[in-house]
DNA sequence: TATGAATGAGTCTTCATTCAT
DNA sequence: AATGAATGAAGACTCATTCAT
């Protein structure tokens, strides 16, 4: 049925990244199509993940593009990639989990263009007076990028709703779990109280 | 030769987290035995990875134990949580991707119940006012554990010295990545200006 | 574009006296049609490839027919046998080639009935005390044969000037490597001294 | 039970020279082990079919050396080298019907050193007035090898008998198929009478 | 006990073949 | 009628696992 390449990235994703090691059996069927089509379409298990990956890869670009993190105020910009990047935080699980991917050059070049502009940003950020000066840029890169793929796995395994996603990866990577006596707290967006495995405990 | 069966596991953990599909012959050759011999210690491959796996979990309970969690300030007990973790930040490398680990039950329970303890101690600590509340201590014991995990990968790979790694990662989580107008920015640790060079714990 | 069954037939020759496992894609190309045509004008491989061998044996045969073997002198019916097979000496190599044709009973009585009337020309050939009489005529026809295909390979595969194929084979079957020191050596065609390019029959 | 390299190519040579497409089943199966080991021995079809080439034409180079073509009368010369090929005619039926081997640069370059030891043995010849000189060098050395193919297919199948066969070489490629009025004819071997498919037609 | 060698089981891959256009 | 796309069937290949030493 679904023969558009990206069609089946996109089944292949959902596979994949629960578990690294499915059959390409079972990523044919999540796609709806035989397993001698997948091999045509990509030929070989390798090509297959590495595609994966490249498609990763555009998609948290476009997201830095969406959000333009290269303009303005830079605690707006990384608000605007949060936002941007939630849609697919489970690519970027993929992604945080794949390794093995870093060792094909054009890749890994893709992924080092990609973690530049976060840098930058987080490095702006800190010019600006806006981000801390204590905590590298490398290490805020690398732990947003760790919790944005955090996000993608809480919600593929039903454990973060994904309308409450934007607003806690925000809030925690901005703000930090510590209460701040001194400024007033923000709201968390009006749904919060939903269905998705709520919490029930607030005093 | 190294035919304690913690030290092969040990050796399976840095070839497991790396990639979870690494050959039973890598695993043997990294531990210095031969397959064989991997096999008479381990019966087959799925009873290795979850011995690796019930070591993750003991190492981490150990640290949730040695952190005393369920005791005093949360703040504090978290900071000790951190110092307590960073050591073992492979193995919940290891624990956060491999998903299909949960399916043992046993594995189950116990990851949960140390879940239940972080969950605990975010909830106390939101009760206590140490916590802010628009966070679920569900979100924030996911988000922690991701960032130790984050915190293994980004040491096992280089791009992050273990001696930054507590700090960085208490800073982070605690008090988040915007700058506080108001109050006085923690100094980081003495070293932190030298980059990348595993440290020989001073005494 | 080419449709013509027997265009086909050739073209398929082509790639099979070479590489008797080449895949029917390459067979297509060669005739310049796609696989699927291919199929429709013979349904399957097992088919093409019977029916190469049959215009193979078609072909020989009609060579016996013109070459009217079971006519004359024997010396003399085997040299316009020779005249007659060099062209089609690719083909020949192909029923060589393939002994798996040989399980189709047509095919393997078609081949009988001209392997014999070769054995027949050769008994004859003693009979007459034209042919060897300690070289059996099952071994002469045997022998004539694996020469004939050999020449369409060496031809094939530029090795020998189609021009020169027929005196090479004539003289080497009949007379042997041997100099007779007795008798004149019969003098090669014109030619002979050019080598390796195709002649274009000259009346 | 065979685990021998040789051992297991020789197996593969009696698979293969009939049937080329033979799967790997079946040459693990004459071997007497298991497809699996058949894959440690030789890695993928390929390299097995590769080592078979490089069997074959190691056996001709011994033939080679064992008939030293190199010393003395061209005529002995090339009857020893008869005998000396025989024994490993079916081997050289392969390398024969392998066109595909001489792809492989190892192969092609040592089958050339081959085939030029063939082509001085008669040139030799031709300078010592012992093989006759309109008939190329080139040719007759394909043509010898050609025959030597003939031979191992003729006796694979049946329809030559071994012992008949070095006889029936000789006197074929260096007689020819002509009786000579003026000369003595050899006499076969005594046993040429025998059971092998016998020729009773004899004047 | 530790190992190299052998293998069974199951996945990957590639064809020949069919189908929808 | 001719083709690109899709697939079933079957072989190639690679593991984890076992065995004999």
Redesign the interface.
Known sequence: MATDRDTVLEAAVGVLS????AHLDEIARAAGISRATLHRLFPGRDALIREVGLLGLRRFAAALDTAEVERGDA?AA?RRLVDASVPDAMLCAFL??E??LYEHDDINDLWEVQIARLHAL?LR?QQQ????????A???S???F??V??VG??IQ?G??APR?AAF?LA??????????A?TH????PAH?TSDH???T???
């Open positions: 629960r578990r690294p090691t605690e990384l945080a989990g390794n093995q987080f950020g007076g806006v981000f801390r000066i204590e905590l590298s490398a290490w805020l690398e732990a947003f760790d919790l793929a955090g796995w809480s395994d454990r973060l409450d806690s809030e925690l990577f901005l703000g930090g779990a510590l209460r701040r001194d707290t923000p709201a968390p919060s495995r709520p919490d405990d607030k005093p």
